[in-house]
């Protein structure tokens, strides 16, 4: 396996400081590069990957351990361009019970 695996909060905060660059640095030559790693963080973590789940395999629960990260994560960094997105997962996933719905799949393929 070659998968390489970080905390939840570090891929947040990798997140948070793809974002405080491009707030900070607008006019960048990397700006494309950096809004393309962002947009990589994001789907990462709110998605997770192969070894990695967000929801419990079976129930399609979401895990304790990315709804506390992504807590921390509007604590944190909630004035971000990325906050708002999580706001808005957190806020969709509690309508349907932190569960993995159709409503959450949806708004998963529109990252």
């Known amino acids: 396996d070659r998968s390489v695996v970080i905390s939840w909060d570090s ?3 990798r997140l948070a400081g793809t974002d405080y660059f491009l707030s900070r640095f607008p006019d960048t030559p990397t ?3 950096i809004r393309d790693r962002r947009t990589l963080y994001l789907r990462a973590y709110l998605t997770g990957g192969d070894s990695v789940a967000v929801f419990a395999r079976g129930r399609g629960q979401l895990q ?3 709804r506390a990260s992504y807590e921390r994560y509007l604590t ?3 004035t971000t361009t ?3 997105v999580v706001r808005r997962y957190l806020r969709l996933l509690a309508a349907s019970n932190y569960r993995r719905s ?3 799949l949806r708004f998963l ?3």
């Open 11 to 13: 891929l947040g905060d």
């Open 31 to 33: 700006r494309a590069a």
């Open 64 to 66: 304790s351990e990315p």
């Open 76 to 78: 944190l960094h909630g």
């Open 82 to 84: 990325s906050a708002a």
């Open 102 to 104: 159709p409503a959450v």
């Open 109 to 111: 393929q529109r990252l």
